[in-house]
T-cell receptor
């Protein structure tokens, strides 16, 4: 199983809503990542988890809150988002941070109204 | 912060052509790099990793030039299905991507 799954595929939310994005992998990978990708731009790193601990936070606003409940799951909790947060949110995993070969999930396309 | 830079293209080439993309990086300590392809509205998919010895997989060849701090991707005998955006990555930082259009 070389798949990273993400739910939901699409999400529309208002600026006062609270929602969560979910990412799951069963490859035994110990590093997981959140990226944000705007149209016609490359993915931008948001967070890195290594062995279920947050190791990198790329100065992401606190309205984005990551959580790694176990080695297979990664969540991104969203609260009080702005319309400019609308983007494709990609989750990725790799065996460890050092190896870096990342496998991406299909992403959640988020629209904030 | 521009860790990695790429020519955005687009590169418009006929089927069967050979095309090469370069990607320059700023961190001289970087050890490994990756090329991904990304189709419209899809996630990036790993194409090749690039270490000091380069890498070849069928029609695709990736090279690393440490002296000039760039990596390259060469695609031989281009197919219509190669049309995509090609992204290079250096330790979680992606270049802006190079768009390739292969025409019949």
């Amino acid at each position: 199983d070389t798949e990273v799954t993400q739910t939901p595929k699409h999400l529309v939310m208002g600026m006062t809503n609270k929602k969560s994005l979910k990412c799951e992998q069963h490859m035994g990978h110990r590093a997981m990542y959140w990226y944000k990708q705007k149209a016609k731009k490359p993915p931008e790193l948001m967070f890195v988890y290594s062995y279920e601990k947050l190791s990198i936070n790329e100065s992401v606003p606190s309205r984005f809150s990551p959580e790694c409940p176990n080695s297979s799951l990664l969540n991104l909790h969203l609260h009080a988002l702005q319309p400019e947060d609308s983007a494709l949110y990609l989750c990725a995993s790799s065996q460890e941070r050092v190896t870096q070969t990342q496998y991406f999930g299909p992403g959640t396309r988020l629209l904030v109204l | 912060r521009k860790e990695v830079e790429q020519d955005p293209g687009p590169f418009n080439v006929p089927e069967g052509a050979t095309v090469a993309f370069n990607c320059t990086y700023s961190n001289s300590a970087s050890q490994s790099f990756f090329w991904y392809r990304q189709d419209c509205r899809k996630e990036p998919k790993l194409l090749m990793s690039v270490y000091s010895s380069g890498n070849e997989d069928g029609r695709f060849t990736a090279q690393l030039n440490r002296a000039s701090q760039y990596i390259s991707l060469l695609i031989r005998d281009s197919k219509l299905s190669d049309s995509a955006t090609y992204l290079c990555e250096d330790k979680f930082y992606f270049g802006s991507g190079t768009k390739l259009n292969v025409k019949p």
